[in-house]
């Protein structure tokens, strides 16, 4: 059973790889790549419950036993985000079915984004450091190629800026890898954080930690988010929406990882980094949100809001503040998914990005304005949907240690969220519409399909929240307790 842990990297590189030789056949395209992810969606949900079942689950490739080989790892975090990944893929495939067109579709778009696919979930599977940074550029690879999907001459530009980024970013990776290994001898996580337990966590160690933290902080968009804004503005409405769901959370996954198994020790230094640098990311993406004046804008500056409160949950570091991150990054993986879709779909009926010069959709897309309105009120975290749960227990976990400042900031973002979508809802959906019912877009049933799914999770995620609590608990255990992951990596 162990091989399967391999199935979610492999089986969309292989898929990938045919769909390039088939180039001209889209509907062959389509019905390969959504078998693909509806097939890894269903093996992501076994290996979680046997996670469950059987505890840390790992394949030692060529059969070479740590800390010398490589090595995938299945526990309930990483599984929980390889589920969440593969599901809202599947879902976007469906939207981009009926939306994204035959050029877009020529241009080898479902093997780039099952590319992107296998490169997040080898992210989140790996168990050696090295591996991680391999499938970072796997996954940053497929992204350069999608961000610039079209070649209109602003995707250009802001691919440009993009690719340059996050080459400095893997250049700067690179680096902290070889102070890493020159001073433990080891890259795998497990052995490392034995390593640094050993070493005491000196100041070399730490500062190779800030490294790894400004690091993937440039990936999650922590703080340094400047290349943000303009890359996920620009691709076609599904690749934003798969962006916005996936490549920052890989960065989160990262950050989360290595500051609570490689680097626990000196939490005085690294903890109160990442929480001033949340503060100071929510601070930001509120003011970017308030002062948007197209609804990209405020999307993707909702997008650098949910970051920072996320790892308002890891700075806290308590047991009960890593249950309500997990749940909240769940949460918001969906939800920003289903934001970004809609958003797309707003500029598509109605042709305007801009909030004011856009009135009266509702009228003529009654399901549509209500399904903007569902995901509005989740990423404020209103119950009972999907975003309540994570909001009060990072909230009850900051009470808990004493972070009142940060405790503070991540609920008054929560009002800035709500006011910024409702804006857009305000000005978009009510008031006089200037498209005549005879006018107006019919909006593509497979875009439909990809919002009731969408929605239909979000609300099961805050409902359900005690069904998946299980898997949630056990992530948060594992996270909070680094000797249940080391002694599965290592023992005997």
């Not at 505890?55 to 060529?62: A, C, E, K, P, Y």
């Not at 500056?301 to 949910?306: A, R, S, T």
């Not at 808990?400 to 973002?413: C, D, H, Q, V």
Request: charged share 10%; net charge positive; proline share 3%.
């Amino acid at each position: 059973m162990n091989n399967l842990l391999v199935l979610p990297l492999i089986i969309p590189i292989i898929t990938a790889v045919i769909l390039v030789f088939l180039r001209e056949q889209i509907v062959l395209q389509r019905i390969i790549s959504l078998i693909t992810m509806i097939f890894i969606s269903v093996i992501s949900f076994l290996i979680l419950n046997l996670v469950q079942t059987e505890g840390i689950i790992r394949l030692d490739f060529s059969g070479w036993l740590p800390p010398f080989g490589i090595l995938f790892v299945a526990d309930s975090f990483s599984m929980i985000l390889v589920l969440t990944a593969s599901i809202i893929t599947s879902i976007c495939l469906l939207y981009a079915f009926s939306t994204i067109g035959p050029r877009h579709e020529k241009m080898f778009f479902y093997p780039f984004v099952l590319f992107l696919i296998a490169g997040v979930n080898g992210s989140f599977l790996t168990g050696d450091i090295f591996n991680l940074f391999v499938c970072f550029e796997v996954m940053l690879l497929a992204s350069y190629v999608l961000v610039a999907l079209g070649g209109k001459k602003r995707q250009l530009r802001e691919s440009l800026k993009y690719v340059l980024i996050n080459v400095v970013a893997s250049w700067m990776f690179l680096i902290a890898l070889a102070f890493l290994y020159g001073t433990v001898k080891t890259l795998n996580m497990a052995h490392i954080a034995v390593r640094v337990a050993e070493a005491g966590q000196d100041p070399l160690l730490t500062t190779v930690a800030i490294l790894l933290l400004m690091v993937f902080s440039l990936k999650a968009g922590l703080l340094l988010f400047f290349w943000l804004p303009g890359s996920y503005s620009v691709p076609p409405t599904v690749v934003q929406a798969l962006f916005a769901a996936l490549l920052t959370k890989v960065g989160i996954y990262a950050l989360i990882r290595t500051f609570t198994l490689m680097f626990p020790l000196n939490q005085d230094v690294t903890h109160t980094i990442i929480g001033v640098m949340a503060g100071i990311t929510i601070m930001a993406g509120c003011m970017g949100a308030l002062a948007g004046r197209d609804i990209y804008t405020i999307a993707t500056y909702n997008v650098i809001i949910g970051v920072g409160f996320i790892l308002i949950g890891l700075a806290v570091g308590t047991e009960t503040s890593i249950t309500g991150a997990i749940y909240y990054l769940v949460h918001d993986m969906l939800a920003k998914a289903l934001l970004f879709l809609l958003v797309g779909m707003v500029f598509y009926v109605s042709g305007e990005s801009v909030v004011k010069k856009m009135n009266g959709l509702i009228q003529n897309y009654p399901v549509f304005g209500w399904i903007y309105f569902l995901v509005m009120l989740a990423l404020a975290g209103i119950p009972p949907l999907s975003g309540f749960m994570g909001k009060v227990l990072i909230g009850q976990g900051a009470i808990e240690s004493g972070s009142y400042i940060l405790l503070a900031l991540s609920f008054a973002s929560s009002i800035i969220v709500l006011y910024s979508l409702l804006r857009i809802f305000l000005a978009s959906f009510f008031g006089e519409t200037t498209i005549s019912f005879e006018d107006r877009k019919p909006i593509p049933k497979g875009a439909y399909v990809a919002f009731v799914l969408l929605a239909l999770s979000i609300v099961y995620v805050g409902v359900g929240a005690e069904s998946i609590a299980i898997y949630v608990k056990d992530a948060a255990k594992t996270l909070m307790n680094p000797s249940i992951y080391i002694d599965a990596i290592l023992k005997g």
